[in-house]
């Protein structure tokens, strides 16, 4: 079985200031892990994805996030927040390894709500 | 990345008629589709996963005869929401995996509107 906790629903911060998204998940394999970005009536775009290589991950839009095994954490960071990115952030996994098929379901987190404040 | 079309992006029908929502992946194929639901402000909920040249496989809950999912190439997949109601409006995304890769690619959503 596997779950994941995002454990803030909202998160708001100033612009410029640091952004910190926290996952935590729980899985019985070795999991692969993303974290999506959802804008308001659209569909979800993929941020970045840990796939058992590096533990630190870069993304798109200057995110990144660290694969904490001894924690099961996968938070998500950005040094500086800009207006765009608020929006609804979701960590996700998958239990299967990358290579091995496309037909194990996702886990989706609750979503965090990230506002932007000038 | 991998582009996932769907369409309409927004469409609007009256109560007991059907809707048909379309899911291609453009520049890959598609062994895997899944369709979801999500309510206002809150996660994506599974409803079906859908294999290329088989029957769908529906989450718990879901009733299979008034969403019914046809994924006949490794490019398209439809959801045919039949007798719509207006509990059926909702928010439905699709997503699909090329085969021996982990992540999914998302289609844009389709905003139902049943009047």
């Known amino acids: 079985a596997q779950s994941v906790t995002q454990l803030d629903s909202h998160v708001s911060v100033s612009e410029g200031t640091p952004v910190l998204l926290r996952c935590n998940y729980s899985?019985?394999?070795?999991?692969?892990l993303f974290w999506y970005v959802q804008h308001p009536n659209k569909g979800l775009q993929l941020l970045l994805k840990?796939?058992?290589?590096?533990?630190l991950v870069k993304g798109i839009n200057g995110f990144e996030a660290e694969f904490k095994k001894s924690e099961t954490s996968f938070h998500l960071t950005k040094p500086s927040a800009h207006m765009s990115d608020a929006a609804e952030y979701f960590c996700?996994?998958?239990?299967?390894?990358?290579?091995?098929?496309?037909?194990?379901?996702?886990?989706f987190g609750t979503g965090t709500q990230l506002k932007v404040e000038l | 990345g991998a582009v996932v079309s769907q369409h309409p992006s927004r469409v609007i029908c009256k109560s007991g008629t059907s809707v048909k929502i379309e899911c291609r992946s453009l520049?890959?194929?598609?062994?895997?589709m899944f369709w979801y639901r999500q309510f206002p402000k809150q996660s994506l909920m599974l409803m079906a996963t859908?294999?290329?040249?088989?029957?769908?496989?529906?989450e718990q809950g879901v009733e299979k005869d008034k969403f019914l999912i046809n994924h006949a190439s490794l490019t398209l997949s439809t959801l045919t929401v039949t007798s719509a109601h207006p509990e059926d409006s909702s928010f439905y995304i699709c997503?699909?995996?090329?085969?021996?890769?982990?992540?999914?690619?998302f289609g844009q959503g389709t905003r139902l509107t049943v009047v």
């Open positions: 997503s699909a995996r090329e085969q021996y890769q982990g992540e999914a690619f």
């Open positions: 996700v996994v998958n239990p299967a390894r990358i290579l091995t098929g496309g037909g194990n379901k996702l886990t």
């Open positions: 840990y796939t058992s290589a590096a533990t």
């Open positions: 859908s294999n290329e040249g088989s029957k769908a496989t529906y």
């Open positions: 899985s019985s394999y070795s999991p692969s």
């Open positions: 520049d890959f194929q598609a062994t895997t």
